[in-house]
């Protein structure tokens, strides 16, 4: 199995990269590729020297390292695109920021890459994995060219890695203890499924008795509002004290309930500078070992929907993996009344947003 990292001189794309590398993800005679996403880049051998710096470092596990810049030079029977652009970290800018905005920076990237492994790759396509946001864009548009069994959105897959950390520092046990998913959007239209969370050694008539107290009273109904209030009150927080709004947002997110913290932590941790991007890195290479591996295991993802659980189009469900997505894991009948509802509202948003940002010209 090869790997090809779209965006791999990027932070997020360098520390994927990095920890693959450490944690021998790839045997010696595989090829790990370092594929440049900016055309225009003022820094194309930037690939190179980080290449050479990774044989320094990594000689005794390094797999073999290939260096392109050319989308129809990829190899990999893994592509994970972490190209394209990100929200500016100045908290001066932090009333900006917007899907919008990534949208319209990152289209050009994900059909460029997307209609390069189309006409290359169309007799033997790799599993692509989306870390570039807006997530759902890209899996739109990617699901367009290729088939969409080969295309996984990381937003729910590390948007629920997160919410069972919360839960497991909560409660003082490790995350691997815990199950439990966050669907729906990567963004403000993320659902948290409580129903879905077990916790390993715990019967569910106890967990039904520790549940309200870390939940503190937020119902399912009300989360989407909640989130929009306290986002606002961060970026008022942030946007009002440039110099240190940012570490009193990370202690104001500390006292929130575990799936508000889900999305507000690292939108305080971003305009601290020090981004997610080790976070993020984790939970893709995570995702690509289950892929490399061909283990049979259930994630969530973002996932072009095609009327599974009543939704259609990219949106976060419940996914049964195998090498390739294997199918849509029916969910309608475990989840919540609420929580169905509000991932609904969400892929309902999610689509008229793609048709605004991408009118699906060939």
């Keep these: 199995m090869d790997v090809s990292i779209v965006g791999a001189s990027g932070g997020c794309g360098r520390e994927i990269v990095t920890q693959i590398v450490q944690q021998r993800l ?36 390094i797999p073999e390292l290939n260096v392109t810049n050319d989308p129809e030079h990829i190899i990999g029977d893994v592509v994970v695109i972490t190209g394209g652009q990100t929200f500016s970290t100045a908290p001066t800018e932090i009333g900006l920021a917007s899907r919008d905005m990534l949208a319209r920076a990152n289209v050009e990237t994900f059909k460029r890459f997307a209609r390069s492994l189309a006409r290359t790759r ?26 969409r069994t080969h295309v996984i959105g990381m937003g729910a ?9 919360e839960i497991a520092s909560d409660l003082g046990i490790r995350r691997q203890r815990v199950r439990g998913f966050m669907l729906g959007e990567h963004g403000n239209g993320m659902v948290p499924v409580w129903s879905s969370v077990r916790i390993q050694g715990m019967t569910e008539a106890e967990w039904r008795l520790i549940e309200p107290a870390l939940r503190r009273g937020l119902r399912t109904e009300e989360y989407p509002e909640a989130l929009l209030r306290h986002q606002r009150a961060l970026i008022e927080m942030i946007g009002s004290d440039p110099e240190h709004g940012a570490v009193k947002a990370l202690h104001y997110v500390g006292e929130l309930p575990p799936d508000l913290r889900v999305p507000l932590k690292p939108f305080a941790i ?30 969530s993802a973002q996932y072009m929907h095609e009327g599974e659980n009543g939704l259609h189009g990219p949106c976060g469900g419940r996914l049964l993996l195998a090498g390739m997505v294997l199918r849509v894991m029916p969910d309608r009948d475990e989840m919540t009344p609420a929580e169905r509802a509000l991932i609904e509202r969400s892929a309902e948003a999610i689509r008229k947003k793609i048709n605004e940002w991408w009118p699906h010209d060939a």
């Design 26 to 61: 790839l045997e010696n005679r595989e090829i790990l590729q370092l594929v440049g996403s900016n055309p225009h880049s003022q820094r194309p051998h930037l690939l190179n020297g980080f290449r050479a710096d990774l044989q320094d470092a990594y000689a005794e596990i």
């Design 122 to 147: 169309r007799e033997d396509p790799p599993v692509v994995i989306i870390v570039t946001n807006p997530v759902e864009l890209g899996v739109a548009i990617f699901s367009r060219y290729l088939p």
């Design 157 to 165: 897959f590390s948007d629920s890695s997160r919410f069972r950390w």
């Design 270 to 299: 971003h305009y601290t500078a020090a981004k997610t991007q080790t976070a993020t890195a984790a939970a893709t290479v995570e995702l690509v070992r289950a892929v490399v591996e061909g283990r049979r295991v259930e994630i």
